[in-house]
C-alpha cells in the first residue's frame, strides 16, 4: 500500500475487540468498492483482495484486449500493443490483470476513503456492543468505577466500554469511588442517538436472583427455584424458594451454615435484611410465612377484592409491620394481597374504632392507617406523627390534624 493514511487505518481496526475478522473483511472490501465505483462508474471489472491480518488491500482491474486504436474505455480496456508488453502470449479477447496503485487515488479521495472507513467501523463496533449487552440482560457484570457524578456512575467493563448505573438504580447506602470494583445487573440496553447506552442496576430483583445463583450451589443447578424476590433496596428483601427434591431444604440450603452463604450477599447489599421463605401455594401459609417474625392468629382471605385480614395478639403488631413499614408492604407483595393487620383477643372498652371518625377524616387516610395495623382510635395515638409518616403516605399536616381528632375523643 502506498498511502500512509490507510495503513494507519489498518493498524487502528485490524485489533477491535467486537469485530471478528471476516465481518472486517467484508466491511472493508465494501468501502474500497464504493470509491472505486465511483471512481471508475462501475465495479464488475475490479477484485479486491483484503489481507487482515497484514493489514494490507490490494486492488486489481481486469481489462479486456482489444486491436490498436479500438479501446473506448481505458478502465476496462488494453490495446494489443500494450498488453503484449505485459505477457507476449496474450491474444485479442483474452483478459490482463493490473494493479491499481493508491498513489491514482489521490490525496483527497484517500482521505475521504479512510473517513468513510472510521465511520463504517465505528457504527459496526456500536451495533456489536448493543447486540452483546441485549444478550446479557439480567446478568451480572463486574466493572471499574470510571467517573461519579451526582445522578449517575460511569462504569468500564473488562472490555473499556462504558456502562451507566443511574441513582435511582443504587442502593441507597451505596457509596462508590473511582476506581473501585462495583457488580451490578444489566438491566437495559438503548440506542441512543445512533450509540448503545448500556443501564446497569443493583436494585433490580434479578440482581439479588443473581448473588443467590452465586452463592449458592443448589440454586445455580437449578435443585433450588426462586419463585419470586421483592426488595426494598438497601432495607430489606423477601425470597420465596422452593426445592423439588424433598431432601434438599431450600431454606437451609440459601442461608448455609451459621448464615455463610447469605452473609456474602447482605454484605454485597449494604446490609440488607433478607428473609428467606420456604414457598407454598397455599396462600394462607404464605401469608403468614411472608409476615415471620410476628406469629397470626388467623387469616381471612377475600379473592374478590384481592385483600387479606391477618389477625394477631397486639404485641406481635410491631413485628408484622416491622421498621418503617417495609415487612408488611413486601410481604403482600410477595403474596399478591393487600394485607391488614388486626388485633386479636379483647377489644379496649374505652377505645373507638377509626371507622367512628369516617365524618371528620376521609376514608383513604383511615385505610392508610388500617394498612399498617392501626384499627382504632388508641393504637394510631400510641405512634409518634414521625413514625407515622414514615410508615404511611400521609404528609405530616395530615397526621397532626387526624391526631388533634383523635385525641378529642378522649379528652
Known amino acids: 500500500m502506498n498511502s500512509l493514511e490507510l495503513v494507519d487505518s489498518f493498524s487502528e481496526f485490524k485489533e477491535l475487540k467486537n469485530i471478528d475478522k471476516q465481518t472486517m473483511q467484508r466491511v472493508l472490501e465494501d468501502v474500497f468498492r464504493a ?36 479501446v473506448e474505455d481505458p478502465n476496462t480496456e488494453i490495446a494489443y500493443s500494450d498488453a503484449i508488453k505485459i505477457e507476449p502470449d496474450f491474444e ?53 468505577v470510571y467517573q461519579v457524578w451526582k445522578k449517575e456512575i460511569m462504569v468500564l467493563d473488562d472490555e473499556g466500554n462504558e ?35 448500556i443501564i446497569l442496576s443493583r436494585t433490580a430483583p434479578e440482581f439479588l436472583e443473581r448473588l443467590f445463583e452465586l452463592e449458592v450451589p443448589e440454586v445455580f443447578d437449578g435443585l433450588i427455584t426462586i419463585k419470586k424476590i421483592v426488595r426494598e433496596p438497601g432495607e430489606r428483601a423477601k425470597v420465596a424458594v422452593e426445592s423439588y427434591d424433598d431432601r434438599v431444604d431450600p431454606v437451609g440450603a440459601c442461608v448455609g451454615m451459621k448464615g455463610s452463604r447469605i452473609h456474602g450477599i447482605v454484605r454485597e447489599l449494604k ?7 420456604n414457598y407454598t401455594a397455599n396462600p394462607q401459609l404464605l401469608i403468614a410465612r411472608a409476615l415471620s417474625p410476628a406469629k397470626i392468629t388467623s387469616i381471612e382471605i377475600s379473592e374478590e377484592d384481592g385483600r387479606a385480614k391477618v389477625f394477631m395478639k397486639a404485641d406481635q403488631v410491631s413485628l408484622a409491620i416491622g421498621r418503617g413499614g417495609h415487612n408488611i408492604k413486601l410481604a403482600g407483595k410477595l403474596c399478591g394481597y393487600e394485607l391488614d393487620v388486626y388485633r386479636d383477643g379483647e377489644v379496649d372498652v374505652e377505645d373507638v374504632d377509626l371507622e367512628e371518625f369516617a365524618d371528620e377524616i376521609d376514608s383513604w387516610i383511615i385505610d392508610e392507617l388500617k394498612a399498617i395495623g392501626c384499627d382504632t382510635a388508641k393504637s394510631v395515638l400510641e405512634i409518634t406523627p414521625e413514625d407515622l409518616v414514615q410508615r404511611t403516605d400521609l404528609e405530616q399536616e395530615t397526621v397532626e390534624e387526624v391526631m388533634k381528632i383523635l385525641r378529642s375523643e378522649f379528652e
Open 92 to 144: 485479442i479477447g483474452e483478459e490482463v490483470t493490473e494493479e491499481f496503485k493508491f498513489a491514482d487515488f489521490g490525496r483527497r479521495n484517500v482521505l475521504s476513503l479512510r473517513q468513510n472507513l472510521i465511520s463504517r467501523i465505528m457504527e459496526l463496533e456500536k451495533d456489536n456492543l448493543y447486540k452483546i449487552y441485549k444478550e446479557k440482560i439480567g446478568e451480572i457484570v463486574t466493572g471499574e
Open 271 to 277: 446490609n440488607e435484611n433478607i428473609d428467606v421463605i
Open 35 to 70: 470509491m472505486l465505483k465511483k471512481k471508475f462508474n462501475s465495479d464488475e471489472h475490479i477484485d479486491i483482495v483484503v489481507n487482515i491480518d497484514k493489514g494490507d488491500v490490494q486492488i486489481f482491474l481486469n481489462k479486456e484486449i482489444v486491436d490498436d486504436g479500438e
Open 163 to 197: 456502562l451507566l448505573l443511574p441513582k435511582s438504580e443504587q442502593i441507597p447506602s451505596d457509596y462508590f469511588k473511582k476506581g473501585e470494583s462495583i457488580r451490578s445487573v444489566v438491566a437495559k440496553v438503548d440506542m441512543r442517538n445512533a450509540s448503545p447506552v
